[in-house]
């Protein structure tokens, strides 16, 4: 049965409705949303193995701007961890702290991958035009769908950040920040895939 909202005298946090056997609606919103993104990454390198198997495939070496994003993103996802546990703790000050550094990680990240493109068009590899090649369009489109997707959880944390400061996370409303870290440590994930399906098909 699900309550009303009530007030937390003590802490004056705003406590949420109590969820029933179901799943919340969001949620599932959130998972269909994920499910989706499997399936149009799982379409983009299967087409990329298709093709490059057809033949006139350039080989060249990603950029190792790839590498340093990678490690940008798995702090920022231990970061994001830290800071769904500082909300169960009622850790508000620190919490705080803990999504601007995952916001400020997951900016460094769509940087990097600008920069990283930039190697690439200095070695010339191009996304289309006369002297394209294939590989490097793929490249340039999973690559680039995974920083669109990243935006969002860009997008995600901030409107996390300002719940936060207006104390709608906490121990007794977590769903909000459970579903950004669950999508944040998707979106980690999924680039671990991409960066070394990559690295053995390149």
């Known amino acids: 049965m699900i309550t009303e909202n009530t ?8 406590e949420e409705p109590q969820e029933t ?4 609606p969001q949620k599932f919103a959130m998972w269909l949303f994920i499910v989706s993104i499997i399936m149009l990454f799982a379409a983009f390198t299967s087409a990329y193995i298709v093709r490059k198997a057809e033949g006139n495939w350039l080989e060249f070496d990603l950029p190792t701007l790839f590498w340093v994003n990678t ?3 798995l702090l920022s996802s231990a970061s994001m961890h830290w800071s769904y546990t500082l909300a169960k703790k009622d850790n508000i000050d620190l919490l705080k702290i803990g999504v601007v550094i995952t916001t400020v990680l997951g900016f460094a990240f769509l940087v990097g991958q600008v920069y990283a493109w930039k190697d690439l068009v200095s070695s010339k590899i191009w996304f289309a035009g006369q002297n394209a090649n294939p590989s490097g369009s793929f490249l340039y489109v999973i ?24 104390l709608k996370i906490h121990s007794k409303r977590l769903a909000r920040i459970e579903m950004c870290a669950t999508y944040w440590h998707f979106l980690d994930i999924l680039w671990l895939y991409l960066f070394g399906f990559l690295l053995l098909n390149h």
Do not use: E, Q, R, Y
């Open 7 to 14: 007030l937390d005298n003590k802490s004056g946090f705003v």
């Open 21 to 24: 056997l179901s799943m919340h």
């Open 71 to 73: 490690i940008i993103l």
């Open 143 to 166: 690559t680039g769908l995974h920083g669109v997707h990243l935006i969002s959880g860009v997008v995600f944390l901030v409107i996390v950040l300002i719940s936060t400061f207006k």
